[in-house]
């Protein structure tokens, strides 16, 4: 376990040296802080980054909800959709043959159907989606939390990230902090609606309350659990990483 007074005393110390960086990214190596873009021009800063935030808010807090009152007018919708004919079909059904497959270190591996994420039971909030590009707003989200669907397929404890994959082509993944953290949802619907707006995400997008946008994937197809992102795309834990922002988008 972490010794948390110890790490930043020793961290803030060993940050004001010359040498400092190096030796505050080995102290976060020890204790398994290291991001999967750390090896990247900008790594020991997202290192430091990371394993500050995740040491100084290790009792995971909530982000900010508001309230009914406070919805934005307009949802901004961030790009189109996926334009491959599996989604075009997909979307004319309604999202009845969709299912979104768990696999990876999980004991029983499966896949859920829109209607059956639905059954479960749901989580709604109002939360502020913050986009790098500097816009925001605030919207109500409601589904499933993904703590909820990661109890049911049985996460091993050499799970340490939790990979989205989408219609579009990107990936995406969070650490077991996020993944368990009871706002991060598996989300089918917005303000008010029993379905989210094609372009917000249908069927199911992520939404992890705790960072920028670009990490709240959209058009879901699969999630993995897994130990390492080594061998998923470059490597570096998702496609934005390896866009050249950050793995860990915390706000
Ligand atoms: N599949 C997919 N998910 C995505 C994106 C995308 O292009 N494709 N854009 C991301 C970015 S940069 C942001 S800010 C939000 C935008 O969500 P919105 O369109 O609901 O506002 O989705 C994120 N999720
Ligand atoms: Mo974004």
Not at 123 to 141: N, P
Not at 148 to 158: E, F, K, M, P, R
Not at 173 to 202: E, R
Request: include cysteine.
């Amino acid at each position: 376990m972490v010794n948390r007074r110890k790490f930043i005393r020793t961290g803030l110390l060993a940050a004001g040296s010359a040498s400092g960086l190096a030796a505050a990214a080995g102290l976060a190596r020890r204790y398994g802080l290291i991001p999967p873009d750390h090896g990247t021009l900008f790594g020991v800063g997202e290192t430091l980054t990371y394993a500050a935030q995740r040491i100084l808010m290790s009792h995971h807090p909530l982000a900010r909800e508001f309230s009914r009152s406070e919805i934005s007018k307009v949802a901004i919708v961030n790009g189109d959709p996926p334009d491959i004919e599996l989604y075009h079909r997909l979307l004319a059904g309604k999202f009845a043959e969709w299912r979104l497959p768990i696999d990876g270190l999980v004991a029983r591996p499966g896949s859920f159907s829109l209607a059956e994420l639905k059954h479960f039971p749901a989580r709604s909030q109002i939360t502020l989606h913050v986009c790098e590009q500097g816009w925001s707003f605030i919207a109500e989200w409601i589904g499933v939390p993904l703590s909820y669907v990661l109890n049911l397929v049985g996460v091993s404890t050499q799970a340490r990230y939790v990979v989205f994959f989408t219609f579009d082509g990107g990936h995406e993944s969070i650490d077991m902090a996020d993944a368990w953290h009871p706002q991060t949802l598996l989300a089918y619907g917005m303000n008010g609606g029993d379905h989210l707006p094609t372009g917000n995400g249908a069927p199911v997008r992520l939404r992890v309350a705790r960072q920028l946008g670009y990490k709240s994937l959209k058009f879901l197809t699969r999630i993995a659990v897994v130990d390492s992102v080594k061998n998923i795309g470059k490597g570096l834990g998702g496609s934005n990483s390896e866009d050249g922002f950050g793995w860990y988008a915390g706000i």
